[in-house]
């Protein structure tokens, strides 16, 4: 069994990783943004909830997202949780919760990186508008010049990925995220790892962790 949080900044490499370990270890991943997407497109009793608060363009409630997260790890020995929690009060939410499963978490990793490398990582990162599949100019870059792959046309750069909007997304985790290391480094579960270099010598930081 593995119960695993990814911590970082935005652009610390916490979905890249999620991925890599998940289909290693066959473990799934409980990515928050997924989950809610998921729930609404199906048209859950939760995901109706959550649509009329996302349509309004305000951030869900933490005891919907609780409940929407309870009922994706209320069968599962094994997960990893990417996206909440991002408060302290979220946390305690989903402590409450795990201790009422009886599955607590065994590992917080959290991925320290530099916030110029973070600036520098998501400034180069690109969009297929057609397929959203992701790319970056600097490690994983498309064959031909900002165009897809798959669907020859012209990549795009998300509003959330300028620098301006970047740096604003790292002084609001630094606020209300970072404060969670503390949180989870107070029950002895936090681990730090260096989240910059190949994408491999991460995953091999987060294995010898978890192993």
């Keep these: 069994m593995r119960r695993v949080l990814f911590l970082g900044p935005p652009g610390a490499g916490k979905g890249t990783q999620a ?4 289909e290693e270890f066959n473990i799934p991943i409980i990515a928050t943004g997924d989950l809610l997407r998921e729930n609404v497109k199906k048209g859950t009793e939760l995901g109706k909830i959550a649509k009329k608060y996302m349509d309004e363009g305000t951030l869900v409630p933490d005891d919907i997202m609780l409940k929407i997260i309870e009922q994706a790890i209320k069968d599962l020995d094994s997960f990893i949780l990417d996206g909440f929690p991002r408060t302290i009060k979220q946390a305690e939410g989903l402590e409450m919760l795990l201790n009422k499963l009886n599955k607590n978490l065994e590992y917080v990793i959290y991925f320290d990186v530099p916030d ?10 690109r969009i297929c508008p057609e397929c ?6 600097n490690f994983n870059p498309p064959k031909n010049d900002e165009e897809c792959d798959e669907c020859k046309v012209k990549l795009i ?3 959330d990925d300028k620098e301006q909007v970047i740096r604003k997304r790292i002084e609001v985790f630094k ?3 970072y404060p969670l290391v503390e949180f989870y480094d107070k029950r002895n579960i936090l681990y730090r790892i260096d989240g910059t270099g190949d994408t491999n010598e991460i995953e ?3 294995k ?3 192993l």
């Design 116 to 125: 110029e490398e973070i600036i520098r990582r998501l400034t180069a990162r």
């Design 132 to 137: 959203n599949r992701i790319y970056n100019l």
């Design 204 to 206: 091999k930081r987060i």
């Design 208 to 210: 010898e962790i978890i």
């Design 157 to 159: 750069t998300r509003d």
């Design 19 to 22: 991925k890599k370990i998940s």
């Design 175 to 177: 606020e209300n995220t």
